[in-house]
């Protein structure tokens, strides 16, 4: 009797200590960090100073001669949490139609984007037998509350 007592409570010890280990990771559990959309809105585009754009390249690797252009415009935090390294999407064309940026829709990044609605610039480099005006299609930007560790 005294042995079909003891493996039973040692049984329902083990289940009642992983029971209470669940519970408690569940309760303690660090919030998830989730991915929060921004909008970005108002968009235009300028050449750069000539300090900036100086000597500019086409990106990829190649060694074309490039012009440089500064986008900027708004961006919406719709949290009340600062936003670090925002991923910055979008589509840009040069005036025939013909994609600025080939394959690539992740134009750059916004370093911080605190809550509300802040200003942003993102420099550019294009082709300089792209023809102009640009059109500046699909852009929105995401990153994540908090430090993001690399």
Same mark, same amino acid.
């Given at each position: =009797? =005294? %042995?079909?007592? /003891?493996?039973?409570?040692?049984?329902?010890?083990?289940?009642?200590?992983?029971?209470? !280990? +669940?519970?408690?990771?569940?309760?303690?559990?660090?919030?998830?960090?989730?991915?929060?959309? +921004?909008?970005?809105?108002?968009?235009?585009? $300028?050449?750069?100073?000539? $300090?900036?754009?100086?000597?500019? *390249?086409?990106?990829?690797? /190649?060694? =074309?001669?490039?012009?440089?252009?500064? +986008?900027?415009? #708004?961006?919406?935090?719709?949290?009340? #949490?600062? +936003?670090?390294?925002?991923?910055?999407?979008?589509?840009?064309?040069?005036?025939?139609? %013909?994609?600025? =940026?080939?394959?690539?829709?992740?134009?750059?990044?916004?370093?911080? *984007?605190?809550?509300?609605?802040?200003?942003? #610039? !993102?420099?550019?480099?294009?082709?300089? %037998?792209?023809?102009?005006?640009? #059109? !500046? $299609?699909?852009?929105?930007?995401?990153?994540?509350?908090?430090?993001?560790?690399?």
């Amino acid at each position: =009797m =005294m %042995n079909w007592f /003891t493996s039973h409570l040692n049984r329902i010890l083990v289940i009642c200590l992983a029971g209470c !280990l +669940i519970v408690g990771n569940w309760l303690y559990a660090p919030p998830a960090l989730a991915l929060i959309q +921004i909008r970005l809105f108002d968009l235009s585009y $300028e050449s750069c100073p000539e $300090e900036i754009g100086e000597g500019a *390249v086409t990106p990829g690797g /190649t060694s =074309m001669p490039a012009s440089c252009f500064l +986008i900027s415009g #708004k961006a919406e935090n719709p949290t009340n #949490k600062d +936003i670090y390294n925002a991923d910055i999407f979008g589509r840009i064309y040069d005036a025939n139609d %013909n994609p600025v =940026m080939q394959n690539r829709t992740r134009l750059g990044s916004i370093d911080e *984007v605190p809550p509300g609605v802040s200003d942003f #610039k !993102l420099r550019i480099s294009v082709s300089e %037998n792209q023809a102009t005006p640009l #059109k !500046l $299609e699909q852009f929105k930007a995401a990153g994540f509350a908090g430090a993001v560790r690399r």
